[in-house]
């Protein structure tokens, strides 16, 4: 027999920081999330020698109802994927860099491309674009130092020239009868903007022609002008750059509001990266309690991009032997991490980001598989 009587059993609820976003959420259309992560980081600020963007793409449509973080693709990793069904690997590495010439089960990457095609798995990776972003994996690693300011050591060009065209050239043309013959012919040149104001030279009243032009068409206004000299004088001929980006690039140079001993420094990282060991260099004079002002720093492989930068401190994932003894002769410090554990962190971040600019559309999980392949024994 069922009492009447009711007691009600407080239960204790605790809200754990789960690694999956968004569990509820339903699904976005795989062209529609490839432009959504293009807004987020241009795939335009990755260096010319990367293999970024969709990599693995399953026969259309394709729908992601789960986004999978990763900074290595592994097939342990895969696994983890496979299982989470997801539908969409994020990895920050291109698991596919050199060109592949057979898809078998030969080897680990074969089997990545051909797990995911079997199964329906979109591969992404994004690599130095996200290193270049202003909210990217540099940035990230600098938020370890303290309160700083910093900017890219090798600031990222624009993806478009500031006006049409990539070459200007103005010249004086005396008469308007030349003046004429001049525009009409110009304007007749595919990929040519033309404007024309007055300009006073050795107190004659002449027009000053400028124009802008593609490498191309730069070539048929130079031929033009070359076969009638006698129409126009004091000619310049200038190639347009693409404007810097202040707050985009590789690397960062990040000035600390407060100088710090070198031994505070190797703490903040060291908590930051979640590590209980880092490498260190001094350099030639330096000591544990010498004063850190300017950090250089590079996440991954950072040789290339820290040579040349003047500061106290180098910081990155692995650099050469000979590249360390010359930072180290010049009086520099270096701290070596491993490189995929100075970006591995910033997938939380990531992972933070991407649900709001996608707006909670997906599920976003972060791998917990992922590891550096080295360990200190």
């Known amino acids: 027999m069922l009492s009447s009587h009711l007691r009600l059993v407080p239960t204790r609820v605790q809200l754990v920081r789960s ?4 569990p509820s959420s339903s699904f976005m259309d795989l062209k529609a999330l490839l432009s959504s992560l293009n807004d987020f980081a241009s795939l335009s600020f990755a260096e010319s020698w990367d293999n970024v963007g969709l990599l693995v ?24 994927a496979l299982q989470k069904k997801a539908d969409f690997i994020l990895s920050y590495h291109p698991p596919i860099f050199r060109p592949i010439k ?25 690599h130095t674009a996200y290193d270049a972003a202003p909210q990217g994996v540099n940035n990230w690693l600098a938020k ?18 500031p006006t ?7 010249f004086n043309v005396n008469h308007t009868q030349d003046l004429d013959k001049v525009m009409s012919t110009v304007k007749g040149i595919s990929d040519v903007s033309v404007t024309s104001f007055s300009a006073r030279t050795d107190d004659e009243e002449q027009t000053r022609v400028s124009l802008n032009c593609s490498q191309q068409a730069l070539m048929q206004v130079v031929a033009f002008l070359s076969q009638n000299r006698q129409l126009y004088q004091k000619t310049e001929i200038l190639s347009l750059e693409k404007p810097l980006l202040l707050h985009t690039g590789m690397g960062r140079l990040c000035t600390l509001d407060d100088s710090v001993s070198l031994a505070t420094l190797i703490e903040r990282i060291k908590r930051h990266l979640k590590l209980s060991h880092v490498r260190l260099a001094l350099g030639a004079g330096r000591t544990l309690e010498s004063q850190v002002k300017v950090v250089a ?15 106290d401190l180098y910081l990155t994932g692995e650099m050469s032997h000979h590249d360390v003894l010359d930072a180290a002769s010049q009086g520099i410090n270096v701290i070596l991490c491993e490189h995929s554990n100075t970006e591995r962190g910033f997938l939380s971040d990531l992972q933070d980001a991407l649900s709001v600019h996608l707006e909670n559309k997906i599920n976003i999980i972060l791998s917990e598989a992922d590891r550096d392949p080295l360990q200190v024994v």
């Open 19 to 22: 690694l999956v976003r968004n």
């Open 297 to 311: 720093l590079c996440a991954g492989s950072g040789s290339s991009v820290l040579q040349g930068a003047e500061a």
């Open 57 to 80: 793409e399953p026969s259309p449509p394709h729908t992601v109802n789960t986004l999978f973080l990763t900074n290595d693709l592994t097939e342990e990793v895969m696994e983890e």
């Open 144 to 161: 370890g130092l303290g309160v700083c300011t910093s900017r890219p050591i090798h600031p990222s060009k624009a993806p478009n020239y």
């Open 164 to 170: 049409e065209g990539t070459h200007r050239v103005e």
């Open 102 to 126: 057979r898809i078998t089960w030969k080897t680990w990457k074969e089997r990545l491309v051909i797990r995911a095609l079997e199964n329906r798995i979109a591969i992404y990776s994004p």
